[in-house]
């Protein structure tokens, strides 16, 4: 057990819905990244944020939007949801924000849009 | 051009062997190199993480990365039945504020 946690385990949705994807990091975690992992397209970066700023950003659709809150835990926001979108999503975290730290991995949330 | 790529596998290998697994990146700005390990349903985890060119090693596990050709390893001796997961490598261009870009994995079986 990592210490991250994600919820929901499993989505199952229709196309041109919105979901949201909720990760809450390790105690003490200020960095907190999501990553997008699908059959064709491997495990994608999506974005990082640092104690409720954005830090870095990735291959993040317009569609898809991330927030920190002040209590750290992250909302990643899927929105005009379409077929190519299932996929796992991974939410990690780690202390600061620098790429040698280790990042735990949560369990991610499965993503079915039908 | 994908910014890596990474040979998918699957590669099956007895106990003991060694194993080489293999990535070729194409922007000469990347300078971070990572190596991910990944079994069935469940995150990644971090591995190996190198700067710029050389080696790096950790226990039976060894990191080499060589700039002039863009080609980075990973070296697993004494291979157990325990690694048998996928491997996946990835690069940055900075350490930190950085967008990651990761190979698309290669499965490996060590075989008992």
């Known amino acids: 057990d990592s210490g991250v946690t994600q919820t929901p385990k499993h989505l199952i949705t229709a196309t041109g819905q919105r979901v949201t994807l909720r990760c809450s990091p390790r105690s003490g975690d200020l960095s907190v990244y999501w990553y997008q992992q699908s059959l064709d397209q491997g495990l994608q970066f999506l974005i990082q944020y640092y104690n409720g700023e954005e830090r870095a950003k990735g291959n993040i659709l317009e569609r898809f939007s991330a927030q920190q809150f002040p209590d750290l835990h992250s909302e990643l926001n899927l929105s005009s949801l379409e077929l190519g979108d299932s996929a796992l999503y991974f939410c990690?975290?780690?202390?600061?924000?620098?790429?040698?730290?280790?990042?735990?991995f949560g369990p991610g949330t499965r993503l079915l849009v039908l | 051009q994908k910014e890596v790529e990474q040979d998918p596998g699957p590669l099956s290998v007895p106990e003991g062997a060694i194993v080489s697994l293999n990535c070729t990146y194409s922007n000469s700005a990347f300078q971070y190199f990572m190596w991910y390990r990944q079994y069935s349903r469940k995150g990644p985890e971090l591995l190996m993480y190198?700067?710029?060119?050389g080696n790096k090693e950790d226990g039976r596990f060894t990191a080499q990365v060589d700039k002039s050709s863009k080609y980075i390893s990973l070296f697993i001796r004494d291979s157990q039945p325990s690694d048998s997961a996928t491997y996946l490598c990835a690069v940055s261009e900075r350490n930190t504020g950085n967008q990651f870009y990761f190979g698309t994995g290669t499965s490996l079986t060590v075989i008992p």
């Open positions: 190198t700067y710029s060119s």
């Open positions: 990690a975290s780690s202390v600061k924000a620098r790429g040698e730290e280790t990042q735990y």
